[in-house]
């Protein structure tokens, strides 16, 4: 990884885990942000709005891009139209470009369009995607399910956690068969470590582990990472979701095979989340907003 890169954000959750992941590995990295939280160490930091670039990165020349803080149209045109000169870009989409009417699992041939789930969030991404693909049709985009691990700033396995921490029962869905799929933060910065060595032909990836788990099964692995047994509470579909349960109602799954064909293994679940709560039990600030699921459990379940 001897690469000059670019990494939009640096700071917060997947770009903080990129920074310092390609930081170690001998990438000589520099992260793009407006300087509002610490930088990771060993990093060149320009301080700046990704909409406001100005001339600031015209002329440079990095090896590779990777935007993992677009999450518009304009977010991509202003770092194309910036004047930076790069080799390879690779862009972090998202599930939420394919609708949740398209036949699952997900592949990457599906038309894509608006997710009645994701609303905006989707179609922005999608705009960016059709923006970047015009622009520099070489470009890689990766589109993950949810994103675990080290840095995660999203109250979710946190919130199962602190449950744990707390011996609190775990208030769940219904029977807790909801499926959902997870990628872990190391396996995406070894895949476009994969995709940066192998150049593959294809460049719209799918990426997240082969297998789905239950919202039940997951739990379970949260609570045993903390060395604790949970006490599952059923709760009825008419009572709100995301008020006490940090995904919404929705099950999906992607067709990882073109992933799996570069990158066969993935870091186990049970390993992950093991490794995320040793993290963040020594980082419980690293979530900043904390929704009041507790709260809302204790006065209305």
Not at 240 to 248: A, E, I, L, T
């Amino acid at each position: 990884m001897k690469m000059k890169i670019l990494i939009t954000g640096g700071t917060t959750f997947v770009s903080r885990y990129a920074a310092e992941y390609f930081t170690a590995n001998g990438g000589d990295v520099t992260v793009l942000n407006r300087g509002s939280r610490k930088q990771a160490d060993g990093v060149t930091h320009i301080c700046r709005d990704r909409t406001r670039l100005g001339d600031i990165l015209r002329g440079m020349r990095f090896d590779v891009i990777l935007d993992v803080t677009a999450y518009t149209e304009e977010h991509v045109r202003t770092l194309i139209e910036s004047g930076v000169c790069f080799d390879e870009y690779i862009f972090i989409s998202s599930s939420a470009v394919y609708p949740e009417t398209n036949p699952q699992p997900f592949t990457e041939e599906q038309e894509c369009g608006r997710n009645s789930i994701w609303g905006d969030y989707g179609t922005n991404k999608l705009a960016a995607e059709r923006y970047l693909r015009e622009r520099a049709p070489q470009a890689y985009i990766l589109r993950p399910p949810y994103f675990y691990g080290i840095h995660e700033n999203i109250y979710r396995e946190g919130f199962v956690f602190d449950c744990a921490m707390r011996d609190r029962p775990f208030f769940i869905p219904g029977d807790g068969g909801m499926k959902l799929q997870f990628f872990n933060v190391r396996d995406l910065c070894r895949f476009i470590g994969i995709i940066l060595e192998k150049r593959p032909e294809n460049r719209v990836f799918n990426v997240g582990n082969s297998e789905a788990v239950t919202v039940r099964e997951w739990a379970e692995l949260c609570y045993y990472a903390a060395g604790k047994k949970p006490r599952f509470i059923g709760v009825d579909k008419a009572v709100p979701q995301r008020n006490y349960f940090p995904f919404h109602d929705y099950e999906y799954m992607l067709d990882v095979s073109r992933q799996s064909g570069l990158m066969p293994d993935t870091v186990p679940l049970a390993q992950g989340l093991k490794e995320e709560f040793a993290w963040y039990r020594e980082n419980p600030d690293s979530v900043y907003f904390k929704k009041p699921y507790m709260e809302y459990i204790d006065s209305n379940l």
